[in-house]
T-cell receptor, first 112, second 117 residues
């Protein structure tokens, strides 16, 4: 079963607006990653935040991590139509394994 | 550098048959993981291979198996196919370079879409 729950399940916004997605997980982690998936294709890695980090930026992406609440958020600023995709959080829990536990995903639609 | 490649991209099989899917990781990557994605269950971890050894296995029946070759290429096999095995099967590889014990970002292939009729 999946560990993470994402909220909202779906989000529709206009170009230029910000999009915020939230992820909650259940057990201790050593990192949390966000991935994007376009229309049933492969996943693209966006950003990784380690358990001892609280915030990370990459271009228009901002990720926060609150290990006390077992939650993370992904903020996409100044959204573009090309950002339309499904976004998944994934947690890495153990050393010496690449196994990821994925969340349920958020479907983002950005209207031009 | 070429990305992760998966073959075939699309496959239609009949219940009871078996299928083999192939994954070629990014050059230099030694870790390969497999995931199953379905609308109902989402993304589920199948197994992980590192240096030809299965390092981790998800909660799937024994009909699902895999292996990794000395060149890091990996195959997964599903025997006695069931309708519920219809899914997008994703392969991912990662680099052990700079590994400090934590897992690193995964590079995913485009997936193999398997339809069981």
């Amino acid at each position: 079963s999946q560990q993470g729950e994402e909220d909202p399940q779906a989000l529709s916004i206009q170009e230029g607006e910000n999009a915020t997605m939230n992820c909650s997980y259940k057990t201790s982690i050593n990192n949390l990653q966000w991935y994007r998936q376009n229309s049933g294709r492969g996943l693209v890695h966006l950003i990784l935040i380690r358990s001892n980090e609280r915030e990370k930026h990459s271009g228009r992406l901002r990720v926060t991590l609150d290990t006390s609440k077992k939650s993370s958020s992904l903020l996409i600023t100044a959204s573009r139509a090309a950002d339309t995709a499904s976004y998944f959080c994934a947690t890495g829990r153990s050393y010496n394994t690449d196994k990821l536990i994925f969340g349920t995903g958020t479907r983002l639609q950005v209207f031009p | 550098k070429a990305g992760v490649t998966q073959t075939p991209r699309y496959l239609i099989k009949t219940r009871g048959q078996q299928v083999t899917l192939s994954c070629s990781p990014i050059s230099g990557h030694r870790s390969v993981s497999w995931y199953q994605q379905t609308p109902g269950q989402g993304l589920q971890f199948l197994f992980e291979y590192f240096s030809e050894t299965q390092r981790n296995k998800g909660n799937f029946p024994g009909r699902f198996s895999g292996r990794q070759f000395s060149n890091s290429r990996s195959e997964m096999n599903v025997s006695t196919l069931e309708l519920g095995d219809s899914a997008l099967y994703l392969c991912a590889s990662s680099s052990p370079i700079l590994r400090d014990g934590a897992s690193y970002e995964q590079y995913f292939g485009p997936g193999t879409r398997l339809t069981v009729t």
